[in-house]
């Protein structure tokens, strides 16, 4: 992880200087807090990838002579059959037309998604599915 946070890191600094020169030479407001907005963000992740790389174990990634056999095993639980991303993408598309329609649409969207959401965060934790 540490060279994850390294380049952001060096982010930090390219975009803030480019945001220091963009400020100078242009005088525009925006473009000069869209840059330093992307400096800060670069920063907060930099810093939690340096912060969280000294807590953790080494990774084949970050060792020079690490072989490919290194990196084998289990890297996460993925689910292979889950319906909940179909209603989610769905009230997602319905909250965002609903800007332009109607609020009554928003209001749908926003309470399906969130029921929407509830259902994929929590689908393994019922047990075993019944099929």
């Known amino acids: 992880m540490k060279v994850e946070g390294w380049l952001f890191a060096a982010g930090f600094f390219f975009f803030s200087l480019a945001a220091l020169v963009y400020w100078l030479l242009s005088g525009e407001v925006v ?42 095993g289990e890297l996460g639980f993925y689910s292979p059959h889950s319906w909940w991303p179909l ?23 926003v309470i399906g998604g969130g029921l929407a959401v509830i259902g994929l965060v929590f689908e393994y934790y019922r047990g075993d599915p019944a099929y």
């Not at 330093?36 to 084949?60: C, N, Q, V």
């Not at 993408?89 to 329609?101: E, K, Q, S, V, Y």
Request: aromatic share 16%.
């Open 31 to 72: 473009g000069t807090v869209a840059l330093a907005f992307t400096s800060g963000l670069a920063f907060l992740t930099g810093y939690y990838l340096l912060f969280t790389a000294r807590r953790i174990d080494r990774r084949p990634e970050d060792a020079v002579d690490a072989e490919i056999a290194d990196g084998a």
């Open 87 to 109: 209603p989610v993408a769905f009230f997602a598309a319905c909250t965002f037309l609903g800007i332009i329609i109607g609020w009554w649409l928003v209001i749908i969207g």
